[in-house]
């Protein structure tokens, strides 16, 4: 059975740092991996996927990567804004339904 | 464009009474999913599908029934609503290429209280 992980489950930084978001699995049988932003009350915005022969994928300021030997996807995101105050939230789909396993998350606030 | 949509988006449940959940996708999409969340729990499968007319279980199926008559539709249903089924409900839906998926592309919700 899949199992994913994010630490830390919540990150409070100061405007304009970077910060990486941290995202381990269990099976790295994997079909992609997507990483998705949550504000409170709302619903899940996909932010980039990484397809499994992929190692890494851009939008903006934000860079994802993938390493499947060591079970482990970053979210990078530079230059931090307090609009980027949000739950992260990363997802991987694996097995033969191809299922999507969820991470608990991390609750990032960016302090103006 | 309208993508994902969940009908109803809110809605208050006596213990004991049913309801159905609709997810309607307009992507011709194969896959469709229904999660639920709930805090400090994170996103756990209820049920899927990965065809018109097929459905399956997922971690957390027990007091919940699916059907997929429509490829675009993906019913959840609530037999008898339990204080514990109080949540938010997302649906998705994705699509494969080959040995590729596409991304998942999610509802914006049906937030369900049961009292």
């Known amino acids: 059975k899949q199992e994913v992980t994010q630490i830390p489950a919540a990150l409070s930084v100061p405007e304009g740092e970077n910060l990486v978001l941290n995202c381990s699995f269990t099976d790295s049988a994997i079909y992609n991996l997507q990483w998705f932003r949550q504000d409170p009350g709302k619903g899940l915005t996909s932010l980039l996927l990484?397809?499994?022969?992929?190692r890494e994928q851009t939008s903006g300021r934000l860079n994802a990567s993938l390493d499947k030997s060591s079970g482990r996807s970053t979210l990078y995101i530079a230059a931090s804004q307090p609009g980027d105050s949000a739950t992260y939230l990363c997802?991987?789909?694996?097995?033969?339904?191809?299922?999507?396993?969820f991470g608990s998350g991390t609750q990032l606030t960016v302090l103006p | 464009n309208a993508g994902v949509t969940q009908t109803p988006k809110f809605r208050v449940l006596k213990t004991g009474q049913s309801m159905t959940l609709l997810c309607a996708q307009d992507?011709?999409?194969?896959?469709m999913y229904w999660y639920r969340q709930d805090p400090g729990m994170g996103l756990r499968l209820i049920h899927y599908?990965?065809?018109?007319?097929?459905?399956a279980k997922g971690e957390v199926p027990d007091g919940y029934n699916v059907s997929r008559l429509k490829k675009q539709n993906f019913l959840l249903g609530l037999e008898s609503a339990a204080p514990s089924q109080t949540s938010v409900y997302f649906c998705?839906?994705?699509?494969?290429?080959?040995?590729?998926?596409?991304?998942?592309?999610f509802g914006q919700g049906t937030r369900l209280t049961v009292v």
């Open positions: 998705a839906s994705s699509y494969t290429y080959g040995t590729a998926n596409t991304e998942a592309f």
């Open positions: 997802a991987l789909l694996s097995g033969s339904a191809r299922q999507l396993t």
């Open positions: 992507m011709n999409h194969e896959y």
């Open positions: 599908s990965v065809g018109e007319g097929t459905t």
């Open positions: 990484i397809q499994s022969s992929q």
